[in-house]
């Protein structure tokens, strides 16, 4: 199992950085992470994808909104982080840590923290 604890959220002034970190509990099953990925959920809102990175070659995805301002990146083989920059208000959501590997059978398996609230006032 993988267990995701994020850390790091708070609240900001618009135009305003944080930086999300997201932990993984230290076994074998982490160091088969294929993916890692940050999702957000707004009030009244659905859940989004915010970015991706791919582990076997680095490779990485943003959800057009975010390009330019977040990056995600792994620090280690079990942290990965989310750098948020020129925040706007409409980025207050909770953002979400998650991972995926295959297991012996071939299974997709996906695991998620409880997320980290990021406010951002204006």
């Known amino acids: 199992q993988v267990q995701l604890v994020e850390s790091g959220g708070g609240s900001v002034q618009a135009g305003g950085s944080l930086r999300l970190s997201c932990a993984a509990s230290?076994?074998?099953?982490?160091?088969?992470?294929?993916?890692w990925a940050w999702f957000r959920q707004g009030p009244g809102k659905e859940r989004e994808e915010v970015a991706t990175?791919?582990?076997?070659?680095?490779?990485t995805d943003y959800a057009d909104f975010v390009k330019g301002r977040f990056t995600i990146s792994q620090a280690n083989w079990k942290t990965v982080a989310l750098q948020l920059s020129s925040l706007k208000p409409e980025d207050t959501a909770t953002y979400s840590c998650?991972?995926?590997?295959?297991?012996?059978?071939?299974?997709?398996?996906?695991?998620w923290g409880l997320g980290t609230q990021v406010t951002v006032s204006s």
């Open positions: 998650a991972a995926g590997r295959v297991d012996e059978t071939g299974r997709n398996l996906h695991y």
């Open positions: 230290a076994s074998a099953a982490t160091a088969r992470i294929n993916y």
């Open positions: 990175l791919y582990d076997n070659d680095g490779s």
